[in-house]
């Protein structure tokens, strides 16, 4: 069984200063991981993905990830925040020695919230 | 290129009725996945179709049913709706099986129960 626990249910920060949003996973195999995005009224939105290659993962936006088996964390971040930033975060998991048919499992969200 | 587009983009139901909420994927995907997200949550893997059959299912009841069509939209038919029904209910479309796949999200069909 896969699991995510996002540790923090909301951060704030000021614009222009790093972000940090932190996920954990539990997963029988070798995982793969990913963060998804979810602007209001919006679709969710790939940032990035880990899937067994390089353990420091570039995305989208200028958003990254560091893949650490050894603490099983996966956590978000970014140098400098912009307020276009602010959205809900979501940490997932998925196990694919299952062949895919066990979907994405998410984590219950970080909502990130930019102060100007 | 048209991305995934689900209807209707609101209804709302009353308990016991049925439900029926689409789903058409991306040009050449030949995967759809759907996901239940309660107010507040994050999405909860409902089930996923590949090439018209349900290849994986998560914890949701059997009145939770779902067809793929030859051209790979997709349908999500929930039974005797509750009122824990009330949520925003997403699909997503992918080349092969979520996982293996990157997925992309339709923007959901939020359903709200009475």
């Known amino acids: 069984a896969q699991s995510v626990t996002q540790l923090d249910s909301h951060v704030s920060v000021s614009e222009g200063t790093p972000v940090l949003l932190r996920c954990n996973y539990s997963s029988s195999y070798s995982p793969s991981l990913f963060w998804y995005v979810q602007h209001p009224n919006k679709g969710l939105q790939l940032l990035l993905k880990y899937t067994s290659a390089a353990t420091l993962v570039k995305g989208i936006n200028g958003f990254e990830a560091e893949f650490k088996k050894s603490e099983t964390s996966f956590h978000l971040t970014k140098p400098s925040a912009h307020m276009s930033d602010a959205a809900e975060y979501f940490c997932?998991?998925?196990?694919?020695?299952?062949?895919?048919?066990?979907?994405?499992?998410f984590g219950k969200g970080t909502h990130l919230i930019i102060q100007p | 290129e048209t991305g995934v587009t689900q209807s209707p983009t609101h209804l709302i139901k009353t308990r016991g009725q049925q439900v029926t909420l689409r789903c058409s994927s991306q040009?050449?995907?030949?995967?759809v996945s759907w996901y239940q997200q309660a107010l507040g949550q994050g999405p909860q893997f409902i089930f996923q179709?590949?090439?018209?059959?349900?290849?994986g299912r998560g914890n949701f009841p059997p009145r939770f049913s779902g067809l793929q069509f030859p051209n790979y939209s997709s349908e999500l038919n929930v039974n005797a709706l509750e009122l824990d029904d009330s949520a925003l209910y997403l699909c997503?479309?992918?080349?092969?099986?979520?996982?293996?796949?990157?997925?992309?999200f339709g923007p959901g069909t939020r359903l709200t129960v009475t």
């Open positions: 997932v998991v998925s196990d694919p020695s299952g062949g895919g048919a066990d979907g994405l499992t």
């Open positions: 040009s050449g995907h030949n995967t």
């Open positions: 997503a479309s992918s080349l092969g099986l979520a996982g293996l796949y990157e997925q992309y």
């Open positions: 179709y590949y090439r018209e059959e349900e290849n």
